[in-house]
């Protein structure tokens, strides 16, 4: 499975508070034990499949549509109780990776967000934030990677004790459309809504 951008760099702020996705650098964690639930869990029911993933004919002006397909879901990315899955276009040009961290409570979560955005800079370069109303907390970076290879797209949001990452990746100066990015938040940000219980 390819590292998105985002697990792979900008998340090395969110250790700081013990909180990591799969990919980053690191496997120690300088938080409480409290910070976290319970690793083991399995958060599988809580993605969103590819078939909700709807995409507009003019989603990608240098691609067609061509529909998404899913990976096998990795449970407890870098050890942290959550779940996160690849989602990627037929023809293998665009992909969306969809990371939940589920946490002891909302102020966990937020901490977990408020770390990534601080580190969001390593990751898309020049990223223009914009407020999505997307589950709480809400924000959306686009920008392209470092070595402007290709857009990149990061919605964050939190929903209850859940920190929610979405990375779009696509060709370069062609971003996701921002009421796509919000569609499949909405969406991921439902499921959660619907399976975490408190």
Do not use: H, W
């Amino acid at each position: 499975m390819k590292i998105p951008v985002l697990r792979a760099a900008a998340l090395a702020t969110a250790f700081a508070v013990g909180i990591g996705l799969a990919g980053c650098g690191s496997d120690k964690s300088t938080a409480p034990p409290s910070s976290t639930a319970n690793p083991s869990a399995d958060y599988g029911a809580l993605l969103i499949k590819a078939s909700d993933i709807t995409q507009p004919a003019d989603l990608f002006t240098n691609a067609p549509p061509t529909g998404f397909t899913a990976g096998a879901p990795e449970t407890s990315p870098n050890g942290k109780p959550g779940v996160l899955d690849v989602f990627k276009s037929q023809d293998g040009s665009r992909q969306i990776s969809d990371t939940i961290l589920v946490l002891t409570d909302e102020a966990a979560a937020k901490s977990a967000l408020d770390a990534a955005v601080a580190g969001i800079g390593r990751s898309v370069s020049i990223p223009t934030p914009q407020s999505l109303s997307v589950g709480a907390n809400g924000t959306l970076f686009s920008g392209s990677s470092p070595d402007q290879s290709k857009s990149v797209t990061v919605l964050m949001f939190t929903q209850g004790r859940a920190f929610i990452t979405v990375e779009f990746d696509g060709a370069p100066n062609d971003p996701v459309d921002a009421d796509f990015a919000n569609d499949v938040g909405k969406k991921q940000d439902a499921a959660i809504k619907a399976g975490l219980s408190r």
